[in-house]
Structures are given as structure tokens and as C-alpha cells.
């Protein structure tokens, strides 16, 4: 039986199949913006392999929209079809992909650790693995399911950098920039890794190391997919902020941010949302900047593909003044709270459902709201996801309501109009 680069066995007859996997892992690990080309060149080789169905919707699914949802779903059916012929690790793959698509987020994750234990070469499913634990913000399994397989893959660069920011997010900051550091060494053209050691850095505040860091290797950022290609940018821009060069955050955000987003990319307005929050957050007046964003947001009113992600939706609905839009999408997760996986309902009813009346309430100006609506969520809502550059915007916006909430002066006027009960209900004291 064929194997692809890592000498794993990929049941297809097509040296074709073959090639455009091994390309589509290389893309997928690096986040590069041909992986879906590679992927679809090999259906179109050998439309029976199963693998690669599976590949195709795992990079669907990380898209967290409803449109990529559908496609995904599309390929398993078929990965389904083929997958009886298939070899044990091909078919615990499919099947976490498939309970990925589901939502059963805690088979996927008992399904890539299983991968992980019996075929530590298969840095794709621990990638993946990485993924759910990040947004269960589970951040030792995050590490460890990365640690587990390093002996079995001592040549790769990229688990390095999986590697570097699992340490980071648990405040190993010493390591986490050696092993960053030392798949920079290997392959300068890691983008995963170039991110991680930023994390470190920033944590550390060391803004201009940070500065030239992340600078000095944009450069390689051309070839990352819209996803990590803005995000790194981002960072630089969180550097920028905090010298105060408030002139060129404006300039990356307008170039690198939102300028270079795919703007129908749930990954992508998060951290334009994110951008322009903190510069609200620091007096800066964004201009017309939350209209523009918010133009793209109404796909995302009932996706609920992450709580995290609607955070962060919630405020620019509101900051943009789509009131309509909001009042949806805040009874849209309540429903969907209803019916939710049980593993992931606790997350939706006690954080972030309560967050996001938070933020609501931050962006119209009821401080006392917000404080009490975030005060007691604050300590959990790591458990809905993010890194901790992320979510320190939460406390962020907690700090601002206690300073303002002093100045009565700042209270925001503003009114819903009397049919949008809900939003009323909500966030009226």
C-alpha cells in the first residue's frame, strides 16, 4: 500500500493522490493558502480515497462557517462511502472528523488522541487535536498532545512550533521560544512558529523585540493563508499599540488586518474586531471602520460555530448600530444554547451568553451592566477558547466599565427600539 511523506499508508491506487496529500499536509501544517487546491487535485486523481475526502472537510470545518460546513459534510458523505476499505488510522480520522462536523467535540478530541498514541506521525490529526483543545481553552492538553509524539518526530519543524506555543500558552515562556527558535532554525518559512515566539515576547513586553521580530520575517507571510497571514499582522499591530503609534495600528489594519482579510472569514473579522475594540478601548475614534466591518457580519448572526467567535460579533453588531442584526443574533444563541452538544451547553448558558450581554452593554455605555455581567464570567471564560493576547480584550473591556462606570459623564445615550424586547430585557439595569 502507498504511503505518504510521514510513511503513513494511504489506501489509494493513485501516485497523483498521493502527491497532492503530501502537498496539502505541507499547506495545511504551514497554513498555506493553496491547501485547497491540493486537496482537490487529489479527489480529482482517485474520487474513492476516502483520506482525502477527509482532508478536504477537515479544512472546510476550520473555516467555522455554515457555507464550509455544508461542503465538508458534502466530502465525509463520500469519505463514508470508501471508508470500509480503508486502513485503522485512516478510519479513526474520518471518524474524528465526522464528529467534528457534529459538534461532538469531545469524540473528535478522544479520537485524535487515540491517533496521536498508535501513529505519532500523523501531525495532521494532532494539529487538529491542537485545534479543539485551543477552544476548549484546555491548554496542558493543548501542550501535551504535542509533547506525546516529539520523539517520533525529532526532523520536523512544524510540530516544533506546535510545540512552542502549547509552552507558551501554559507559561513555559523560556521554552516555548527555544523550540520556536528552534524551528525558525530548521525552516525560516514557519509561520506557527514565527506566532508563538510573538506570544512570548508579547507576554514579556518586549514590544520592540516583538517589533522586529515579527517584521523581519514577514516577509515568508505572503504564502500563509488569510487566516495566519492577518493574524500575525495583528500582533505586530498589538505591538504598535502599545508604543502608542496609533497612526500606524490605522496602517496595518488598513493594509494587513481587515485590508488583506478574505472579509467573509469568520477568523478574519475577529481580528478586525479586535483591532478596532482595542482602539476604542484607548479613546481613539476607528471612523466609519465598525460599519464597513459589520457589512459582513450577518452570515454569522446563527452559525455559532464558537462562542468565542460571537463575542466579538455581538460588539460590532452593536458598535455599527445593527440593532436588528444584534437583537437576532442574541436570541440566535440562546436557542442554539438550547441544543447544543451537552459537552459544549455549559460553555453557551454560564459564559458566554452572559459575556455577550457584557460587551453589549459596553458598547452602548451601560457600565454597571456590563460589570455585573462580566464579573463573574471573567475567571471561566478561558474555558470558550483563544490564546491569552485574545482574551485579555475581555478584561480589558471589564476595566474600562469600572473606570467609566466612576464618571457618569460617560454613560453613552442610547435606545433600542421598544419592539426589540430582548435587547431591552437584556441590558437594561
Known sequence: ????????????????????????????????????????????A?????????????????????TATQQAISHLQIAQQHVAKSTKREQLYIQAITAWASRAIDRAIALHKEIAQEFPCDLLSVQQGQYHYFY??????????????????????????????????????AEAEAFGRLAITINRHDPWAHHAIAHVMETQGRVNQGIAWMESHADTWEN??????????????????????????????????????????????VGAIATLLRLELRGVDVGERWQELSLYLYPRISEHALPFQDLHYVYALTKAGRREWLN????SMENHAMTVNPYLRQNWFEIAIPAARGLVAHAIGHWSTAIAQLKPVLPQLYKLGGS??????????????????EKPSTRTSYSFNPQQQNAELLLLP
Open 1 to 44: 500500500m502507498p504511503k505518504d511523506a510521514r510513511e503513513l499508508e494511504v489506501t489509494t491506487d493513485s501516485p497523483e493522490t498521493i502527491a497532492a496529500i503530501n502537498r496539502f499536509i505541507e499547506q495545511a501544517l504551514g497554513y498555506g493558502k493553496d491547501a485547497e487546491a491540493c486537496v482537490l487535485e487529489g479527489i480529482a
Open 46 to 66: 482517485d474520487p474513492t480515497c476516502a483520506t482525502i475526502h477527509a482532508y478536504a472537510a477537515a479544512h472546510y470545518l476550520s473555516q467555522e462557517n455554515a
Open 136 to 173: 476548549l481553552g484546555d491548554k496542558e492538553r493543548l501542550l501535551n498532545i504535542a509533547q506525546k509524539v516529539l520523539s517520533a518526530n525529532r526532523d520536523n519543524h512544524y510540530l516544533y512550533g506546535m510545540v512552542a506555543f502549547g509552552l507558551e500558552q501554559c507559561h513555559r515562556l
Open 224 to 269: 500563509c493563508n488569510s487566516m495566519l497571514y492577518t493574524h500575525n499582522w495583528w500582533h505586530v499591530a498589538l505591538y504598535y499599540l502599545e508604543t502608542g503609534d496609533i497612526e500606524k495600528v490605522f496602517s496595518l489594519y488598513d493594509t494587513h488586518v481587515w485590508g488583506r482579510a478574505q472579509k467573509n472569514s469568520p477568523k478574519d473579522q
Open 328 to 331: 437576532q443574533m442574541l436570541e
Open 388 to 405: 491569552h493576547a485574545q482574551r485579555v480584550l475581555f478584561e480589558q473591556v471589564y476595566r474600562n466599565s469600572l473606570f467609566r462606570d
